[in-house]
């Protein structure tokens, strides 16, 4: 198993910047695909971005592409989400997730293990 903890939320304008944390322990964070999630309230919980074990490969939700980046330093154990360009529809609870697959389906139930989510307000 994998624990997760977000970090890196907060207030910001529209058009502005943050950097999303997600701090792995437990089993080797390096064999796992690595995602991240979002939920704003009264909605479902939607894929934004993921990332492979190897760095190999990335995927983004159509609404990010362009303004977000995910990566992750293995040695670290840590993954990132830079966001940039900020909205104010980008307001939401943010999850970082685990799979065990390393070409996981890019829904919430495509991932085994979760966060406790970290949460991004972008005001207009």
């Known amino acids: 198993q994998v624990q997760l903890v977000e970090s890196g939320g907060g207030l910001v304008q529209a058009g502005g910047s943050l950097r999303l944390s997600c701090a792995a322990s437990g089993r080797t964070f390096s064999s796992y695909t690595m995602g991240w999630f979002r939920q704003a309230p009264g909605k479902a919980r939607d894929f934004v971005a993921a990332?492979?074990?190897?760095?190999?490969?990335?995927w983004y939700a159509d609404s990010v592409k362009g303004r977000f980046i995910i990566s992750r330093d293995n040695a670290k154990n840590t993954g990132y989400l830079q966001m940039n360009s900020l909205k104010p529809e980008d307001t939401a609870d943010y999850y970082c997730?685990?799979?065990?697959?390393?070409?996981?389906?890019?829904?919430?139930?495509?991932?085994?293990?979760w966060g406790q989510g970290t949460q991004v307000t972008v005001s207009s």
């Open positions: 990332i492979s074990w190897r760095h190999d490969y990335t």
């Open positions: 997730a685990a799979a065990n697959s390393p070409v996981p389906v890019l829904s919430r139930g495509g991932f085994d293990y």
